[in-house]
């Protein structure tokens, strides 16, 4: 095995599709639709949010992809950076926002009444699962 990243590896998708056809043939219908362009958003448009998707998720496969759909459309590496920029902010901004419930778990982990207080409440609140990641 030359590296983990290989263009190349990509040519396998045929393979897996056959493995699973239904739940394949769902998901390339789902995507062609997504990506077909419409008076909404055109096509450019998409290709330049899935390179930012593609950076927040971390896929190499789709950053090298979807920026050679963008550049054929037309897009500009300064376009690339300024969505990059915008994903970078909103990640970081999401990061620090959640933030918050980190110091509330951690508050209600503090022994006393006042800890106890803010775990009652906390509870009442949010009665949903478990984290299951």
Not at 42 to 47: A, D, H, L
Not at 51 to 80: N, Q
Not at 88 to 97: E, F, H, K, P
């Amino acid at each position: 095995m030359s590296s983990y990243y290989d263009r190349s590896n990509l040519n396998r998708i045929p393979d897996m599709v056959k493995l699973a056809q239904p739940a394949a043939a769902a998901y390339l219908a789902f995507e062609q639709e997504a990506y077909a362009d419409s008076e909404v958003l055109p096509v450019r448009t998409k290709e330049l949010i899935a390179v930012t998707v593609a950076h927040v998720t971390g896929c190499p496969y789709c950053i090298d992809v979807h920026v050679k759909k963008f550049w054929a459309l037309g897009g500009t590496r300064e376009e690339i950076v300024q969505a990059l920029l915008v994903a970078a902010s909103t990640r970081a901004g999401a990061v620090l926002s959640h933030g918050t419930h980190a110091l509330l778990a951690y508050e209600e982990s503090e022994p006393g009444e006042a800890a106890a207080g803010r775990q009652q409440a906390s509870t009442a609140a949010s009665d949903g699962p478990e984290c299951f990641c």
